[in-house]
Nanobody, 121 residues
Framework: QVQLAESGGGLVQPGGSLRLSCAASGTIFSINAMGWYRQAPGKQRELVAT???????NYADSGKGRFAISRDNAKNTVYLQMNSLKPEDTAVYYCNAAIKLFRGSRESLFWGQGTQVTVSS
């Protein structure tokens, strides 16, 4: 089975920074796209950023210029560097990954359990 484990969330003041990490473990043949999503109370889950295995990135407008997604393919890990944080960035942040468990298998989408990010003074 595959597990995605997020870390790095916490409480930060407005204008501060956090770096989230998400490591995939288990039976993994290959990982294609990886991404970060977030869900604030009373709102739907929304895209934050994605990155392909080749390093192509995509960002939601809310994070452009402030957030940076990256990955370490050797460690099956994706990161989200968040700078200039605002109170409206407060949410549970989830990572996901499109993973092939075996050679020739279809890709399946796996999600982490989420990590809380709170931006408040």
């Amino acid at each position: 089975q595959v597990q995605l484990a997020e870390s790095g969330g916490g409480l930060v003041q407005p204008g501060g920074s956090l770096r989230l990490s998400c490591a995939a473990s288990g039976t993994i043949f290959s990982i294609n796209a990886m991404g970060w999503y977030r869900q604030a109370p009373g709102k739907q889950r929304e895209l934050v950023a994605t990155i392909t295995s080749g390093g192509n990135t995509n960002y939601a407008d809310s994070g452009k210029g402030r957030f940076a997604i990256s990955r370490d393919n050797a460690k099956n890990t994706v990161y989200l560097q968040m700078n200039s944080l605002k109170p409206e960035d407060t949410a549970v942040y989830y990572c996901n990954a499109a993973i092939k468990l075996f050679r020739g298998s279809r890709e399946s989408l796996f999600w982490g359990q989420g990590t809380q990010v709170t931006v408040s003074s």
